[in-house]
């Protein structure tokens, strides 16, 4: 039931308000039940398209990179129908940060959740959507991410602060010009650096579009075409802007030039608000932004300036741009200058990430260590581990099939870690043993987890004082390089989750694990689908038996 105060309008004058609920509801307790459905149909498709001016072959979604935006609103009832129509791949889909409570099976990776989607086949997804904020869908197939097989996912509900409009999903990313899956053929698959040079993106993109100069270039694909995104601002007004960061590596750094940002939320959890001149973003993450059109009418950047961590570039690092112009303003480029500097690698300061309904994490009820290293294969493959094991899936044999059918033993390279306890604290101390200063953001499936620390060095549990009031809540967040993360969450949702690291290399390179949460609920829980996931996988498997491509990587 709802709780008890009077029903109140959303407005651009009480953005707090969302009829019988409210900003202050705990939609980890309440949800909205609206009755209503929304169903939408994505077409997985192998096409050539010119995003910056350079056509290239990409993987899209009906059509359009980024694909189509999918809204509805808190308490909402989705269902997706995907269709591969692409050659030579399957596909899985992740509808990533979205809780999945008590829908496990609609979490779309392959090999955990599911087979992939074969070729010509379609598989209807169907959840309900207890939160609300900005996220996004994307392939859990590989590398595929990396060649725009994504696009946002948009729940309305509640804002922590007022404004007039909502300006809707801005994706910001890196780059390439050739395929995700040839880059990572040619280095990542043996580590990048020092085997192999690091894949160096020639651009980025803000929502799917940039320039690249072609002046001086002979080459038949760098067609010139490219333009600038485009934001319109009526002066006075304060607008919202739900940031994506759809990176395949490193890090970015968001602004306006000349405009404060304030924010209201962290992936799908609404925050206290706060201003800054400049947000940073690792693959995966969210922020909602409020602008206020509050300076002299002109045309401003819009900046996704990509920052050089882990060994990585951009060809085109300052060239990463969009455009805010003002109405009465002449359409021409913006001459404004940056507003900050230096290089940032990880998240945003953890004091101002302070979750607006309050959640205090209890004592842990389990505990354990996560230590991160790397193998080489005698071929010079390169692999994450986590406590010494590559996680390496079979496409053909999910996690939830082996439950359902009864499997005692998990294969060793599945990762499998079982969280048997219900409605507890478990805790996990994520730790680099390896000296190469690599920042890690970290998503975790079915879950939004509390930031206990983060720090450089090894993590000391007698000189680190963990933070349980209120800490940050989110579903992706960053190991500082060199050093640790301790996370917590409460084992309220059955099913088997994925943990990895959101740069689409490494989890390529298998640094990734599973939890499998309460599994003697999960058979029950997937019951419901258990004949259509099957036949899917039926006919997975006699697609792969003549497939022209192998499963190369980690499988997610």
């Not at 101002?352 to 071929?379: C, D, E, F, R």
Request: glycine content about 8%; proline content about 6%.
């Amino acid at each position: 039931m709802p709780q008890d105060w009077l029903y109140c309008e959303h407005t651009v004058s009480s953005r707090g308000c969302w009829g019988d609920y409210s900003i202050d509801t705990d939609y980890n307790i309440l949800t909205p039940n609206t009755g209503v459905t929304r169903e939408y149909w994505l077409v997985a498709q192998n096409i050539t398209l010119a995003p910056d001016g350079y056509e290239r072959q990409v993987l899209v979604f009906n059509g359009t990179y980024p694909g189509p935006t999918i809204e509805a609103n808190w308490g909402d009832n989705l269902v997706i129908h995907v269709k591969n129509d692409m050659q030579f791949n399957g596909t899985a889909i992740h509808w990533h940060g979205i809780r999945q409570l008590m829908s496990n099976q609609q979490d779309g990776v392959p090999g955990v959740t599911q087979c992939p989607i074969a070729p010509g086949d379609t598989m209807t997804y169907k959840f309900r959507l207890t939160q609300y904020g900005t996220s996004w869908y994307h392939s859990h197939y590989a590398v595929q991410m990396g060649d725009g097989l994504y696009g946002p996912l948009i729940i309305h509900g509640p804002a922590t602060a007022n404004y007039d409009e909502d300006l809707g999903p801005v994706m910001i990313t890196e780059w390439f010009h050739t395929g995700a899956f040839e880059e990572f053929e040619k280095s990542a698959k043996f580590g990048g650096e020092p085997l192999r040079r690091n894949s160096i993106a020639p651009n980025g993109l803000v929502n799917g579009t940039n320039t690249f100069d072609c002046t001086t270039s002979t080459d038949p694909a760098c067609k010139g075409t490219g333009k600038r995104n485009l934001v319109n601002f009526v002066p006075g007004k304060k607008y919202r802007i739900r940031i994506i960061d759809s990176q395949v590596d490193s890090f970015m750094r968001f602004s306006v030039d000349g405009h404060q940002l304030t924010v209201i939320a962290n992936d799908l959890v609404p925050l206290v608000p706060y201003t800054t001149d400049a947000i940073v973003l690792g693959p995966g993450q969210r922020y909602d932004l409020i602008i206020e059109a509050n300076q002299a009418v002109g045309n401003y950047w819009m900046r996704a300036a990509y920052q050089e961590c882990n060994g990585q570039d951009n060809e085109n690092k300052n060239n990463i741009l969009g455009i805010v112009r003002y109405e009465g303003a002449a359409a021409v480029d913006p001459t404004t200058p940056q507003t900050f500097n230096g290089v940032v690698c990880g998240d945003e300061p953890y004091a101002k990430l302070v979750p607006h309904v309050a959640i205090n994490v209890g004592a842990a009820t389990t505990q354990k260590s996560l230590k991160l290293g790397i193998q080489y294969q005698l071929n010079t493959v390169f692999h994450w581990t986590v406590n010494t094991i590559p996680l390496i899936i079979d496409w053909s044999k999910p996690t939830n099939m082996l439950i359902s059918e009864n499997t005692s033993i998990f294969p060793t390279k599945y990762n499998v870690y079982e969280v048997p306890i219900v409605d507890q604290w478990t805790y996990w101390i994520i730790q680099e043993t390896f000296p190469i200063d690599v920042t890690h953001p970290f998503h975790l499936h079915g879950h939004d987890f509390h930031v206990l620390a983060q720090g450089k060095g090894i993590y000391n549990p007698i000189t680190v004082k963990l933070n349980l009031a209120n800490p940050p809540r989110r579903d992706t967040a960053s190991m500082p390089g060199n050093g640790y993360m301790v996370i917590a969450f409460k084992t309220d949702n059955p099913g088997s989750w994925l943990f990895h690291c959101h740069i689409a290399w490494h989890a390529s390179q298998s640094l990734a694990l599973q939890f499998v949460e309460r599994e003697s609920e999960i058979s029950n829980l997937v019951a419901v689908n258990y004949e259509d996931t099957k036949n899917h996988c039926s006919k997975w498997v006699d697609y792969y038996a003549t497939a022209p491509y192998k499963q190369e990587d980690s499988g997610v």
